[in-house]
């Protein structure tokens, strides 16, 4: 990420900027759940922005509620008073850490998160595989910054049955967070396209530790809680056209003889497939009362995807 900043001439109370910087499409900066910018008294504003090959400042109205994703952007009128935008300038290619892990190449993220509802950085020296082939995830702070691990899988599955076995989430704190998802990250509307496994207790030492979400996450009847174990446990997403349909069991497979911890199926705002592709990602989540200042480190075992 880097600094953008500039000047609003003759901006109203009330008016803000939207930023985007645009990498194949335009996304709104810093962050979905930071999108807007203040103009300050002298006309000037500052805000961070993640690095594209063109950036764009837009001075909206007071009210105006701007897309987090968007092809093209959004004409003067219904909120939008004016429009600046600026090309980077080229910079050598970022070079992608992929990692080797169950039969399929993962891209391991670099950059910054907002996942968890406050920016984590992702530090791929955070992600690794052991001489068992085992995924390790580790979050750390340093100086009060958090460094966290995501990986995603560099092609779309679709349909089919996503099987993840997590060694142990025993020694989470409160603020610890593991995602095992699906998700199309370069759609441009916002209809939710994100299928969950989160093992998490969300910043509350006694809550319940795991949940399974179709999102948005917000509606009660897409998010089923429940009690995780510590130990290894193998959670599955079986995804099919209108149905999704989660298991957690104990052990490293899913079979008859498998001990159930929780089931669900949801019927109800089921995405379709699109780019979508799975993702790993061990973050901190913004709400703790007393986030955990110790590493902490996931292992995966396995994934495995079935048609």
């Not at 995804?239 to 199926?265: D, L, M, N, Q, Y």
């Amino acid at each position: 990420m880097d600094f953008i900043e500039g000047r609003a001439n003759g901006a109203k109370p009330g008016q803000q900027i939207v930023l985007y910087a645009r990498s194949g499409i335009w996304w709104i900066q810093p962050f979905a759940t930071q999108p807007f910018t203040k103009i300050q008294p002298d006309s000037t504003w500052r805000n961070s922005t993640h690095l594209g090959t063109d950036y764009a400042a837009i001075l909206v109205e007071p009210g105006f509620h701007p897309a987090t994703k968007v092809t093209t952007l959004p004409a003067e009128g219904n909120g939008v008073a004016a429009i600046a935008a600026s090309t980077g300038k080229p910079v050598p290619p970022i070079v992608s850490k992929v990692i080797h892990f169950s039969g399929y190449d993962w891209r391991v993220r670099n950059g910054t998160s907002d996942r968890g509802g406050q920016p984590n950085s992702c530090d791929p020296s955070n992600v690794w595989a052991d001489k068992n082939g085992y995924l390790h995830l580790r979050m750390e702070e340093h100086d009060g910054v958090s460094t966290c691990a995501e990986v995603s899988l560099t092609r779309s599955l679709g349909y089919g049955s996503y099987i993840f076995v997590v060694q142990d989430i025993g020694h989470f704190g409160p603020s610890a967070a593991l995602g095992l998802y699906t998700n199309d990250d370069f759609r441009t509307d916002d209809i939710p396209s994100e299928l969950d496994i989160e093992l998490s207790r969300w910043g509350i030492a006694d809550s319940k530790n795991a949940q399974y979400v179709v999102q948005p996450f917000y509606v009660p009847e897409n998010v089923s809680r429940f009690m995780a174990p510590a130990g290894v446990l193998t959670h599955m997403l079986r995804w099919e056209s209108g149905r999704a349909s989660f298991k957690t069991v104990r052990g490293s497979a899913i079979g008859p003889g498998a001990a159930t911890i929780s089931e669900h199926i949801f019927t109800s705002e089921v995405p379709t497939p699109g780019k979508e592709t799975a993702h790993m990602s061990l973050y901190s989540h913004r709400y703790a009362k007393s986030p955990s200042q110790q590493p902490v480190e996931v292992v995966i075992k396995k994934f495995e995807f079935l048609p």
